[in-house]
């Protein structure tokens, strides 16, 4: 995707999809389109981004600057805010189909969706363009019912047990069931977790003892309805979180990359690649669980990138949770972290990504002298350093950034330094 000679691509970032979470959703798809800027760490010259949020100046000249892409040999499509509806339809409410459609003209063009959806496949159509990485539009079509199947909780348990992955044990159920589920797997686990079963990043989980069934209804979260489907399973107790991520070419099933996610129950909050020492056993089971769902999704005509997530027990044993066949809040900066490196000859780099807050707002300048200063900032000649890969926060606190490091101790100590650097709220 990143060669040079490349067809150029339409980076689609539809945040705004019912892929992985229901379009009623509102407000947890707005918070997730915030991160549209980091797309711009995929465009090489003659690509077109069309973001649903701006990207700030500073921020595409530093892309440029990192990148080597000189800023007007790329486009950037900003689309105005239309309420929770598909990039697609807030394009074409914005009037901007045609300028859209003056970069797609180009022979070989592609849309390189963030989710491939129904109103991807149809805005491809629209504008004659294949979708990435398949050779035509009706490819990705026939790949979109076990795309959206294996982006669901239940899905994949499905999918898992006749792959023979080992899972927690639970039980798939509709809402009103979800109680009386709950109540008779605590009574042989200590805690349950209880899943929406159209849900990513943490949104609408549970996690209940016998004391709160006992003392509370459960008040489940509004996720899918009043007769949606939900997963309960065993809150198994949690060593690590961890995940490989997957790639689907022409030419068969590879491993990306594998590493462990930092969380707060049950929502993902970064990223550290690779895996650490206190749960790199279960490398080779994950890769083989990867490669398991990879060959199920290339014999229903699935391409492009998806992962397994799994929780490693306290016993050391790892539990597959889930899988996210599409490309998720690491596959772009992996994309990124692998691309700078790169440049600077640096191979198999170790990287974290993660969001933490400042103590008083910054603007983007200012935190990125506040890296130079204290020798933080990303140093394109050693493949090093710091990256802000998504444009200054509204709020100017909620900072996301990336470490880039020979190995994982650096990360770790650029880490504790940029902490001290931007001046990050404890915890």
Not at 157 to 186: F, K, N, S, T, W
Not at 230 to 253: D, F, H, K, L
Not at 283 to 303: D, F, I, P, Q, T
Request: hydrophobic share 40%; proline share 6%; net charge negative.
């Amino acid at each position: 995707m990143h060669e040079p000679d490349a067809a150029p691509l339409v980076v689609f970032a539809n945040f705004l999809s019912d892929l992985a979470v229901d379009l009623q959703e509102g407000q947890v798809l707005e918070r997730w389109a915030e991160q549209a800027p980091r797309k711009a760490w995929l465009l090489r010259a003659g690509d077109v981004l069309v973001t649903p949020g701006p990207l700030s100046d500073e921020f595409r000249r530093y892309v440029s600057r990192l990148t080597g892409v000189p800023g007007e040999r790329t486009a950037v499509i900003e689309v105005p805010p239309a309420g929770v509806v598909p990039l697609a339809e807030a394009v074409h409410r914005a009037g901007l189909l045609e300028r859209v459609r003056t970069y797609a003209g180009r022979p070989g063009t592609a849309l390189l969706p963030t989710a491939l959806d129904a109103s991807a496949i149809a805005f491809a159509r629209e504008l004659g363009l294949t979708v990435h990485p398949y050779a035509t539009v009706d490819h990705a079509a026939a790949a979109l019912l076990t795309i959206m199947l294996l982006n669901t909780k239940a899905g994949f348990r499905h999918a898992a047990e006749q792959l023979d992955m080992r899972l927690p044990a639970g039980r798939v159920c509709l809402r009103p069931e979800v109680e009386e589920v709950v109540r008779q797997l605590l009574e042989r686990h200590e805690r349950v977790v209880v899943k929406p079963d159209r849900s990513a990043g943490g949104h609408g989980l549970r996690f209940l003892s016998r004391t709160d069934v006992r003392e509370t209804d459960l008040a489940l979260d509004t996720v899918g309805g009043p007769q949606g489907t939900w997963v309960v399973e065993e809150c198994v107790p949690v060593a690590e979180s961890v995940s490989i991520q997957m790639e689907n070419t022409p030419s068969g099933t590879r491993a990306l990359f594998s590493g462990a996610m930092r969380t707060e129950r049950g929502a993902f909050t970064g990223y550290v690649s690779p895996l650490p020492p206190s749960c790199a056993h279960v490398a080779a089971e994950l890769e083989e669980w990867g490669m398991r769902l990879g060959r199920h999704l290339s014999g229903h005509g699935y391409l492009g990138p998806f992962g397994v997530d799994a929780l490693v027990g306290t016993d050391g044993v790892a539990y597959a949770s889930e899988s996210n066949v599409r490309r998720t809040a690491t596959t772009t900066p992996h994309a990124m972290v692998m691309r700078l490196a790169a440049a600077s000859g640096l191979a198999d780099p170790a990287w974290v990504v993660a969001k933490r807050r400042t103590r008083r707002p910054l603007g983007f300048e200012e935190a990125l002298d506040r890296l130079r200063v204290h020798g933080l900032a990303f140093d394109p000649e050693h493949g090093q350093g710091v990256v802000l890969y998504a444009d200054a926060p509204q709020d100017g606190r909620s900072w996301r950034y990336a470490v880039i490091a020979a190995h994982e101790e650096g990360v770790r100590e650029r880490e504790e330094g940029l902490a001290r650097a931007l001046e990050f709220e404890d915890g």
